[in-house]
T-cell receptor, first 114, second 113 residues
Framework: SQTIHQWPATLVQPVGSPLSLECTVE??????LYWYRQAAGRGLQLLFY??????ISSEVPQNLSASRPQDRQFILSSKKLLLSDSGFYLC?????????????FGPGTRLLVL | GNSVTQMEGPVTLSEEAFLTINCTYT??????LFWYVQYPGEGLQLLLK?????DKGSNKGFEATYRKETTSFHLEKGSVQVSDSAVYFC????????????FGGGTRVLVKP
């Protein structure tokens, strides 16, 4: 069966510091991968998605970037964090069937920027 | 563009009450429709889905029917429990590059004993 992991689970970082959040998927190959952000009490905003290694699409202009160095690894980064980057970051995967595939979510990383 | 609208919460209920959370979408064609649930401090879990008109998704006592004529996918449960307290998200998925979901804003449900 497929599983998705995210770490760390919680992170407290000062403004201006760098960020690296990692997401890995097991039990599938060539998945679509997604990063979402959920601000406190708000809905989900799609930040990035990837349909293959090295292929990243950005949905909104922001202070963050994403990379996919391996088939089942998706990394969210920032060079300098802003207060507004605080939130709950969720990674998701779906199969790459070209249709309307279900997305499955990881446990999330809660980021607090002080 | 495509949007998904669901009723704002919080919705507060007593145990064994009937729950309805309304959800409508604007996507044309035949999107797939989903309900996800988020328990406190956790990620999202798929609750149920429907992929074509008149399909009924069901899981854990929850049901939702894909209504093409009203572009709706309302979530219902006949008798809620305290453990159903969570945030519920409606979403749709139009066949397009990247298989992207569009989410509603979420509805917080609180069930009191």
């Amino acid at each position: 069966s497929q599983t998705i992991h995210q770490w760390p689970a919680t992170l407290v970082q000062p403004v201006g510091s760098p960020l690296s959040l990692e997401c890995t998927v097991e039990g599938t190959s060539n998945p679509n991968l997604y990063w979402y952000r959920q601000a406190a009490g708000r809905g989900l905003q799609l930040l990035f998605y990837s349909v293959g290694i090295g292929q990243i699409s950005s949905e909104v202009p922001q202070n963050l970037s994403a990379s996919r160095p391996q088939d089942r690894q998706f990394i969210l980064s920032s060079k300098k964090l802003l207060l507004s980057d605080s939130g709950f970051y969720l990674c998701a995967w779906s199969s790459n069937g070209g249709g309307q595939e279900t997305q499955y979510f990881g446990p999330g990383t809660r980021l607090l920027v002080l | 563009g495509n949007s998904v609208t669901q009723m704002e919460g919080p919705v507060t209920l007593s145990e064994e009450a009937f729950l309805t959370i309304n959800c409508t979408y604007t996507a044309t064609g035949y999107p797939s429709l989903f309900w996800y649930v988020q328990y406190p401090g956790e990620g999202l879990q798929l609750l149920l889905k429907a992929t074509k008109a008149d399909d009924k998704g069901s899981n854990k006592g929850f049901e939702a029917t894909y209504r093409k004529e009203t572009t709706s996918f309302h979530l219902e449960k006949g008798s809620v429990q305290v453990s159903d307290s969570a945030v519920y998200f409606c979403a749709d998925n139009v066949k397009a590059a990247g298989n992207k979901l569009t989410f509603g804003g979420g509805t917080r449900v609180l069930v009191k004993p």
